[in-house]
C-alpha cells in the first residue's frame, strides 16, 4: 500500500522513479509487476506516466532563438515526424506499433528512454492494449523536445491483463 497523497489522507500513492540504465524490456517487466499488484488489489488506480517524447534540448547560445512553443523549433523535423506517428498511433489505440518501432524512435532519444510510457503500457497489457488517447492542447516545443498531454481512454471490455515476463536470462 502507498503512502497517503499531501492533503488526500483517504489516497495512497506511490510514485515510481526513472531508472537511467533500464532498457525497453526493463521497463515493460517494472509495469508488468505494476499491472500484476493492480489486478490483485481491490483498489481504483490511476497511472501518470509523465514525461517527453523526443527530448534533445537546443545547445544554451542557441536557447533564445527556439523558446517559442511552435513545432518548427523541435530540435529536428525529424524529431518531429517521428513524435507526430506516435500521437497518431496512440489516437488509434495502437499501442503495439509503438512498442515495434521502439528502436527507430530512440534514434530521437525520448525522455528516458520513453521509460514513463513504456512501464505504463506494461501495466495495461502492452500490444494487447487498444486505448486510444485523447490530446489535451497542443503537441509543443519546449527548447528542442516534443512536448504534450494525452488521456488514454478505457476501452470497451477494459484493459488487458499484463504480459508475463520470461525468466529467462536475455543479454
Known sequence: MGVPGRGLPDKPWVSIGMCQTADTEDNLRLG??????????DRKVLLIASGAMSHTF????????????????????????????????????????????MPE????????????????????GEGDCTATARQYGEYENS??????HLWFDHPEGGFPRPRRTSLETTN
Open 58 to 101: 537546443w545547445p544554451l547560445r542557441e536557447l533564445r532563438k527556439h523558446e517559442a512553443a511552435g513545432i518548427e523549433h523541435i530540435f529536428t523535423p525529424e524529431a518531429a515526424a517521428a513524435d507526430a506517428e506516435r500521437l497518431d498511433w496512440f489516437a488509434k489505440g495502437d499501442h503495439a506499433r509503438v512498442l515495434e518501432t
Open 105 to 124: 524512435f530512440y534514434r530521437f532519444k525520448p525522455e528516458a528512454r520513453f521509460g514513463h510510457y513504456l512501464m505504463m503500457i506494461g501495466a495495461l
Open 32 to 41: 508488468r509487476a505494476l499491472g500484476d499488484a493492480i489486478a490483485e488489489s
Open 143 to 148: 527548447v528542442g523536445t516534443g512536448q504534450v
